[in-house]
């Protein structure tokens, strides 16, 4: 029979390798078992803490970690089933492991069914609890494995639909997921053609409000009283035209998201009802004296500097810090070049597959698009690609079929310095200039330089080993 004396005087079994990460609440009335049970896990690497009764278990939940629980069906005060379902609500992922006893089961299996992982009887063996902890911890040692591989195999790809492997882009998916599980109100701050709105939509269905609405709102686009009873709603006969109620945009998303595209655009005075919105959770429909509740998320873009504005007055100040909890910035495609051969693959390949035929692209027109600026970023990409797909009739897209622009902007690329008092610089310091420039470029990747410099990857390797030993 399992007891604290049998515990202490055998020799304790090796750490189970990862549990010193794993939490583990003992919940059991009887004093000796929980000290017993307790020696066992700590043992084996687990962090434990204990409680004798079901609200003492509860309180540690609210306030601490718990990656598993060992839980006695027989409290005082409490049905063992109910305490099981009121920690799975505390503790969703928690494994909680069942004990049993009078040698019986028929309980445990009921908790199984309702959510337990596991069981155990009463009297049992140090070495029956033991051989149970290991095989908890490796289910869930391997579950984050499981997660910390989605999410590397997330970050290299991208998040959702966004594209990008570039540092810049990585960081910004880190913040995107920990914004998805805030209520907090998010500014997305870009460029123009920067994918905003994709972060937006990110954001949104990577966190708690993926099953609720999502709403795009351009404030740039609708004249003010259009955006006023968007937002807003009105009522019949409000204004000219209003010939019908109308519910508002923030009161329609119940419990999802508006997403405030171009927020810098909007007017002083519907900045004012904005912030009220948000701060009192209620709206106002035009020409009602009636107010409403929304339960709403907000998100806002814009790719104005919105602390100038603030000091032009142009917009206010309090709506900027109520919208400023969370900031994201974009980075601008020449910021992160190291994309563009990505992003082109990724958008070839959905315009091959909507022509039904494949498109690729030569090395002199990838250069191209590596050594223009890119004003117009990600969006401007895209538009130049589908332009070069619908006048090119090979399958190839050569220099010749991008827009004027592009293949006609100055030939940067290696970023190679010229002598400014009329000198000649030597072929070999040019070409050392071109192979760094060009490495610094692409974030020392060598496989792209060597392929954008048109040499094999051997000659590169070895012209850099020669410049490390100079």
Partial sequence: MFT??????????????????????????DRAIREACREVAQSLGFNTQVAESAEQAYRLLDSSSTDAVLLDLRLPGASGLEALHTIKKHRADALVIVVTGYGTVQSAVQAMKDGAYDYVTKPFS???????????????????????????????????????????????????????????????????????ELV????????????????????????????ESELFGHVRGAFTGAT??????????????????????????????????????EIRPVGSVKRVPINVRILAATNRDLERSVADGTFRRDLFFRLNVLTLRIPALRERRQDIPLL?????????????IEKT???????????????GNVRELENSLERACALSSANEIQMRDLPTQIYSAPIDLLGMSQPTNGGIVPMAELEKQSILAALAQVNGDKMLAARLLGIGKTTLYRKLKEYESQ
């Fill in 361 to 375: 692209i030569s090395d002199d027109a990838l250069k191209a698009l590596l050594n223009y600026d890119w004003p």
């Fill in 126 to 196: 140090m070495e029956e609890l033991r051989l149970l902890l290991e095989r908890v911890a490796g289910h869930l040692r391997l579950k984050t494995e499981n997660r910390v591989l989605r999410e590397t195999i997330k970050s290299r790809q991208g998040f959702g639909n966004i594209i990008g492997r570039a540092p810049e882009m990585e960081k910004l998916y880190r913040i995107i997921a920990k914004a998805g599980q805030s209520v907090h109100p998010v500014l997305i701050l870009g460029e123009s053609g920067t994918g905003k």
């Fill in 244 to 281: 019908n109620p109308k519910d508002g945009l923030l009161a329609i998303a119940a419990g999802g998201t508006v997403f405030l595209d171009e927020i810098g655009e909007l007017p002083v005075d519907l900045q004012a009802k904005l912030l009220r919105a948000i701060q009192e959770k």
């Fill in 200 to 227: 937006a939509k990110s954001i949104h269905f990577a966190g708690i409000f993926r099953n609720k609405p999502f709403i795009p709102v351009d404030c740039g686009s609708l004249v003010p009283t259009l955006i």
């Fill in 4 to 29: 604290a004396s049998t515990a202490a005087v055998l020799s304790p079994p090796p750490q189970i390798e990862g549990a010193n990460f794993l939490n583990l609440l003992i919940v059991d009335d």
């Fill in 344 to 356: 082109v693959a990724h958008f070839l390949e959905r315009i091959g597959r909507d022509a039904g």
